[in-house]
């Protein structure tokens, strides 16, 4: 198994169980399987135009800022090529800041496939979602419905009709949905960021005072989302 896995992985699962060794604990047999993980692609970096540079800075502000209050839940943010820009941004800016790599760290991979493609166990999955809250228009927002299959589509529905920028919606994914049975996610929490590209309804007209208010807002809801399913 842990040849499929990615470096990524690799280093996390040895560096979680660091503390737990030191501290003589029998807690180091814990699977990671079992830490709370949040899995999320970066919001609005690509089919809506956002900045990478200022999404970075939003990003690990954000992680720093929740890193405490999540306890040992892990976030990881996921992309899907070695190439990704904003990945090595928020990586490199990660590292200047010196946050905990066994609490937050990078992973290349499809969201949809973290577990059966990576041996990345995530139980919380984020989507950079639409207003409409409705499957389709390409990017990570195709790809979590398709492989949600029909069950996402409707617990969304129970949920909220649409979604204003800024903000997250936690769903929590029946048992049924090939997620839950493949890939073990139990929520998927749909969240909308800022939009800059003027094809895309809500169009920000390039303006980063703005746009940036209403990433840091997204950032916050998502987290607080995962938040609240630990609780
Ligand atoms: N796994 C992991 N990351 C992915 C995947 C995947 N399967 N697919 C894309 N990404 P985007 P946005 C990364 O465009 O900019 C949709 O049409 C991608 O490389 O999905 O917030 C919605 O319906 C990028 O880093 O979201 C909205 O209308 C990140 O996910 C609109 O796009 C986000 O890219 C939202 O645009």
Redesign the pocket.
Same mark, same amino acid.
Request: cysteine-free.
């Given at each position: 198994k842990f040849s499929s896995l990615s470096d990524n992985a690799v280093l996390k699962s040895k560096e979680v169980e660091k503390p737990a060794v030191r501290s003589g604990s029998h807690a180091s047999h814990v699977s990671l399987d079992d830490v709370p993980t949040l899995a999320f692609?970066?919001?609005? *970096?690509?089919?809506?135009?956002?900045s990478h540079e200022k999404a970075a800075d939003i990003i690990v502000d954000k992680v720093l800022e929740f890193s405490d209050k999540l306890g040992n839940a892990r976030l990881v943010l996921?992309?899907?090529s070695h190439k990704?820009k904003?990945l090595s941004l928020v990586k490199a800016k990660a590292a200047q800041k010196n946050i905990d790599t066994r609490k937050f760290f990078t992973h290349v991979?499809?969201? *949809?496939c973290l577990y059966s493609g990576g041996g990345l166990r995530c139980s919380v999955i984020a989507n950079?979602?639409?207003w409409r809250l409705k499957p389709?228009?390409?990017?990570?927002?195709?790809?979590i419905f398709n492989a949600a299959g029909p069950a996402l589509e409707s617990a969304t529905k129970e949920r909220a009709k649409s979604l204003l920028p800024g903000n997250a919606i936690v769903v929590p994914l029946p048992s049924r949905s090939p997620l839950f049975v493949r890939e073990g996610v139990t929520h998927v929490i749909h969240v909308l960021?800022p939009n800059m590209n003027p094809q895309?309804p809500n169009y920000l007209g390039n303006d980063y005072g703005k746009g940036c208010k209403i990433l840091q807002d997204a950032y916050t809801s998502l987290f607080e989302g995962f938040a609240s399913i630990l609780r």
């Open positions: 692609p970066s919001i609005s *970096t690509s089919d809506f135009q956002f996921v992309d899907l990704s904003i991979g499809d969201i *949809t950079a979602a639409n389709g228009g390409g990017g990570v927002n195709a790809a960021g895309r």
